[in-house]
Structures are given as C-alpha cells and as structure tokens.
C-alpha cells in the first residue's frame, strides 16, 4: 500500500460568519482548549484493514471530524495523520482463513474505507499512511530508544522497557496487565523483566512476512507503528530530536476508548523515550457503540457496517445524524429504533427547511455552535435544531433557511 496524502476529496466547507468561542475538550488525561493560532497537530489511530468500517469506527473519525471543521471554521489550521494497520496479526488470520493475500485484503478494505468516510462527508487525512511505508522509521526509533537504555533483546524479539514508566499507568498494575493481556499483549512471556514491557520488532516466524532493518528481519510491534508515523507527519523528518518549539511533540491523540490502555499509553512513552519530550498534549477517546444492548464485537459476529446500512438504501446523512445524536464519549447502544427516529428527524428537518417561513435562525445557530465548542455536545446543538424545527412547524417566522443550512453542513457535516 501507499503513502496517501488527502486520500478522498474533502467535503466543501460553507464559510461562516459567526463567532466561533475557544474549543475546549475534556480530554481523557485532563481538559484542554483548541486555540486557532497554532495548526492543530491532530494525530487518529486507523484502522486495521481486514473488515469493512463499523459503526463505532464512523462514530470515532466522525468525532475528529467535528475538531476538524470547528478548528477551519475557527480560521485555524489542521494537520491530521492517520495511520492503517496494514501488517498485525488479525489481519494476516483473515487472509490465511480466506485463502487471499493479506495485502490484497488490506487494500481492499482501505478502498471501501475510504468510500464510506467520504460518503459520511468527513474530511480526509492529510497524511494516511500505511504502517508497512514506515520500516525506515520504526528502525530509527528503535535505535535511538535503544541509546537511551529503553531496549531489550529476548530470544530474537526486541521489547521496551515499559517499567521505566509505571508511575504514569493510567490504572493500577494488575488491571493494566489484565487489559494489556486482553488487547493484544504478552504479559506472561518467559523471560521478560516485566510483564507490562510492549515488542518493538517481531522477529520474523515461519512464512510471515518480514523487512529487513538493522534490528534482524521481522515486523515491528503495534504501538511503535503509531509514535513513528504520527511524529514524522506531524513534527518532520527530524522527529528523533523533538520539538523544540512547543512543548508537546503533538496536540491531540485519538481514537477509541479500547485504545486508552495498553495502546495509546505505549505510543506515548515510546515517543518520549526517543525524544525524551512529552507525546500529546491531550487525548480524547470516544466510546464503544453496542448492538440491542449488547457490546458490537467482531467475536459476537454482530458488527454494523456502514457500507452495509448504505447498501441497503440508508442515507449516509442519516447515519451521521444517529451517531450524533450521543455524545462522543460515551458507550450506547445502536437499534433499528435508533435509525428509524433519526430518519424521522431528518425528515422533519428536511420539510423545515423547504420551508419559505422559518423560525429566526441568529440564535439557534449561535446555540449549535457554543454546544460544539463545548467538548462537541452533539446531544445539545441537537436539541437547538429540534427546537427550531418545532418552532418552525408551530409557524414561528424571521429566520434565514439559508443560515441554518449553512451552519448544518459547516459545524455538523449535515447536508440536507
Ligand atoms: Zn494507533
């Protein structure tokens, strides 16, 4: 796969008048604000291709999506890397149970991937960068982590010392082992100095695929993919030596509460560890989208998809409509009653603003906005529409249908 820059076009973004109050986002590991002076260094972890797009990846890149429009719309600027897993285990498992080549399945799901995040009207990475285009860089972090002490060899793997940094666990221990066990990692592997320290570089095993580094063949570990490619994206070629311009290497590290631990708290002390300067300077996490009460999963075999839902005649914009109905952090639960009231909703929205007369508009978007600006309250600037849109259908009048269309798309990705 390839290196893309701007990999599906970007919707157009209607510009706008209105005052855009500072972005302040409640972060996982404290509060911070989005000040439109600096670029926003916005770093998502993506996907890794060997299954179509589920809702609870649109309802994450739809989170970021709504950081990425308030900061243009605020007249700042965006610089926003997303990666693709395209080497790691469960991929390799998918093509050898569909007797394909792993990265012909790569391809093929980035492909539809990008279809359905451009039908959702979200904007595309600047940089989206496939992990397999960063072996060059995964062999020069591990380099320079191995000068600074942060290094080990056992058998032919390598691993990071992650004991260096156990009084930033964002848990206590025995839970993080629990977590890390469960997503992916090795805790009880003979013959670590400790059971939280993550692999940097796989050492290649019988027929899988492999790269040549100074470090031996094989493929690096999962956590190291991301520090990589996010700071050469977003802090240059240079990146071993930091920063020294700001005082974080980036502003904003996302993705899906799944990653807090263990996956988002590697990628952190393995950046600092080769450049000895804090990683992020805020993290936000979205929550889990379940299925009629229960967790969506790829073992329970009850994934949503969203190339599925459009396949099946859904309007794209509906499906975008329902995932903002909920605030971005927290876990609910998608249900066909879900659709069918947000497809309700749309309608009514539709018919209002096919209106000649609305009701006045100046405050209801000025409402949508300060909801944004407060840690994207989807749920809030929800509830400003509707009421206008019920205010509307009462025969309220003075308003503009085209303000409010406008703010619709521009602050929300909602073109009706
Ligand atoms: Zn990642």
């Given at each position: 796969?390839?290196?893309?820059?701007?990999?599906?076009?970007?919707?157009?973004?209607?510009?706008?008048?209105?005052?855009?109050?500072?972005?302040?986002?409640?972060?996982?590991?404290?509060?911070?604000?989005?000040?439109?002076?600096?670029?926003?260094?916005?770093?998502?972890c993506?996907?890794t291709?060997?299954?179509?797009?589920?809702?609870?990846?649109?309802?994450?890149?739809?989170?970021?999506?709504?950081?990425?429009?308030?900061?243009?719309?605020?007249?700042?600027?965006?610089?926003?890397?997303?990666?693709?897993t395209?080497i790691d285990e469960p991929l390799l498992e998918?093509?050898?149970?569909?007797?394909?080549?792993?990265?012909?399945?790569?391809?093929?799901?980035?492909?539809?991937?990008?279809?359905?995040?451009?039908?959702?009207?979200?904007?595309?990475?600047?940089?989206?960068?496939?992990?397999?285009?960063?072996?060059?860089?995964?062999?020069?972090?591990?380099?320079?982590?191995?000068?600074?002490?942060?290094?080990?060899?056992?058998?032919?793997?390598?691993?990071?010392?992650?004991?260096?940094?156990?009084?930033?666990?964002?848990?206590?221990?025995?839970?993080a082992i629990e977590f890390f066990s469960e997503r992916g990692g090795d805790p009880m592997r003979?013959?670590?100095?400790?059971?939280l320290d993550s692999v940097l570089?796989i050492?290649?095993?019988?027929?899988?695929?492999?790269?040549?580094?100074?470090?031996?063949?094989?493929?690096p570990g999962w956590h190291i993919e991301c520090?990589?490619?996010?700071?050469?994206?977003?802090?240059?070629?240079?990146?071993?030596?930091?920063?020294?311009?700001?005082?974080?290497?980036?502003?904003?590290?996302?993705?899906?509460?799944d990653l807090?631990f263990p996956h988002h708290f590697m990628s952190?002390?393995?950046?600092?560890?080769?450049?000895?300067?804090?990683?992020?300077?805020?993290?936000?996490?979205?929550?889990?989208?379940?299925?009629?009460?229960?967790?969506?999963?790829k073992?329970?075999?009850?994934?949503?998809?969203?190339?599925?839902?459009?396949?099946?005649?859904?309007?794209?914009?509906?499906?975008?409509?329902?995932?903002?109905?909920?605030?971005?952090?927290?876990?609910?639960?998608?249900?066909?009653?879900?659709?069918?009231?947000?497809?309700?909703?749309?309608?009514?929205?539709?018919?209002?603003?096919?209106?000649?007369?609305?009701?006045?508009?100046?405050?209801?978007?000025?409402?949508?906005?300060?909801?944004?600006?407060?840690?994207?309250?989807?749920?809030?600037?929800?509830?400003?529409?509707?009421?206008?849109?019920?205010?509307?259908?009462?025969?309220?009048?003075?308003?503009?249908?085209?303000?409010?269309?406008?703010?619709?798309?521009?602050?929300?990705?909602?073109?009706?």
């Open positions: 796969m390839k290196i893309l820059s701007s990999p599906w076009p970007n919707p157009f973004l209607p510009a706008m008048s209105a005052n855009f109050p500072l972005l302040r986002l409640k972060g996982t590991a404290g509060g911070f604000n989005v000040a439109p002076e600096n670029p926003l260094r916005m770093y998502v993506g996907i291709p060997y299954d179509a797009t589920h809702l609870g990846h649109a309802a994450t890149y739809l989170t970021f999506d709504l950081i990425n429009r308030y900061q243009r719309l605020s007249g700042g600027q965006v610089n926003f890397v997303e990666n693709i395209d998918r093509a050898k149970r569909d007797s394909t080549d792993w990265r012909s399945l790569a391809q093929q799901e980035t492909d539809l991937f990008t279809e359905d995040m451009s039908a959702l009207r979200l904007f595309a990475p600047d940089w989206f960068v496939p992990a397999t285009q960063a072996m060059d860089l995964v062999d020069s972090a591990i380099t320079a982590m191995d000068l600074n002490g942060f290094v080990y060899k056992l058998e032919n793997d390598l691993y990071f010392r992650t004991s260096r940094f156990l009084d930033e666990l964002p848990c206590p221990e025995d839970e003979f013959g670590k100095e400790h059971p570089w050492a290649n095993r019988d027929g899988e695929p492999g790269w040549d580094s100074s470090h031996g063949f094989g493929r520090a990589v490619i996010s700071l050469r994206y977003l802090v240059g070629a240079d990146f071993i030596h930091g920063d020294s311009t700001r005082p974080e290497l980036i502003d904003i590290q996302g993705g899906g509460s807090i952190a002390v393995q950046a600092r560890a080769m450049t000895g300067q804090r990683f992020s300077r805020g993290y936000v996490h979205t929550g889990m989208i379940g299925l009629d009460g229960e967790k969506m999963s073992s329970k075999g009850n994934l949503v998809f969203v190339s599925k839902l459009i396949a099946d005649g859904v309007d794209p914009m509906i499906i975008r409509y329902a995932l903002l109905k909920d605030h971005y952090s927290t876990d609910r639960m998608w249900s066909d009653q879900l659709l069918a009231s947000a497809e309700a909703d749309v309608l009514r929205i539709r018919q209002a603003l096919s209106r000649n007369e609305v009701a006045p508009t100046v405050t209801t978007v000025e409402r949508m906005i300060a909801a944004i600006g407060d840690d994207l309250d989807t749920p809030t600037a929800i509830d400003a529409l509707m009421q206008w849109v019920g205010d509307t259908e009462l025969g309220s009048t003075g308003g503009s249908t085209g303000e409010i269309s406008r703010a619709l798309d521009s602050v929300l990705g909602l073109a009706f």
